[in-house]
Structure formats: C-alpha cells, structure tokens
Nanobody, 114 residues
Framework: QVQLVESGGGLVQPGGSLRLSCAGS????????MSWFRQAPGKGRELVAD???????TYKDSVKGRFTISRNNVKNTVYLQMDSLKPEDTAKYYC????????WGQGTQVTVSS
C-alpha cells in the first residue's frame, strides 16, 4: 500500500530554517504530483506548495521566496526547504501524493517561536 512518511519538523526561532522530507513507498513515485499542505490549530488544511511529475512548482503567495519544494525521484522523496520562518508558519505539515487518487502522510509539526 502507499505510505508517505514525513520528517524534519521541530521548534525553530523566527527567521530560522527547517527542511522537511517526505519519503514515499508503494507507488510509482516519479509519476505522482507531490504537495505539501499545512494545518494550524482551528484552521483548515491549506496548500503550501506542489511539484508536478515534470518538476513544475507552485507556491502559496505567503511562502513565495521563502519556501522551496523539490523532489528526488531516485530516493522517492519530496522536500520542503523553509527559510525565514515566521510564527504564522506554525502548523502541522502534511505531504500528499496525487495521480487520480490522493494519498496523505501522517504529518510533522513545525513550531516557530522565540
């Protein structure tokens, strides 16, 4: 079955950086579009960034210039490099794989606080 496992979350000060990883198994990884979503307490889940199987990327406006999504199809892994983090980036971050069906990981917590 499809499994997506996120890692790399944690506590960071404002202005700091984190790199999230999401390792996929049970799927033909290079044929899937991969996305990062986040959900803050009391809010809905929102799309942060995605990358197509061809490598095209899109970003939520508030993270443009600060976050970078990338993928390594040999390692079946998608990454989210997050720089210049702000307290409003605090959320649980989820990766997702989509090709018709949509699969979710279990999430990793990111907390930005001094």
């Amino acid at each position: 079955q499809v499994q997506l496992v996120e890692s790399g979350g944690g506590l960071v000060q404002p202005g700091g950086s984190l790199r999230l990883s999401c390792a996929g198994s049970g799927l033909t990884f290079d044929s899937y579009a991969m996305s990062w979503f986040r959900q803050a307490p009391g809010k809905g889940r929102e799309l942060v960034a995605d990358i197509t199987s061809a490598g095209d990327t899109t970003y939520k406006d508030s993270v443009k210039g600060r976050f970078t999504i990338s993928r390594n199809n040999v390692k079946n892994t998608v990454y989210l490099q997050m720089d210049s983090l702000k307290p409003e980036d605090t959320a649980k971050y989820y990766c997702a794989a989509q090709r018709g069906a949509l699969y979710w990981g279990q999430g990793t917590q990111v907390t930005v606080s001094s």
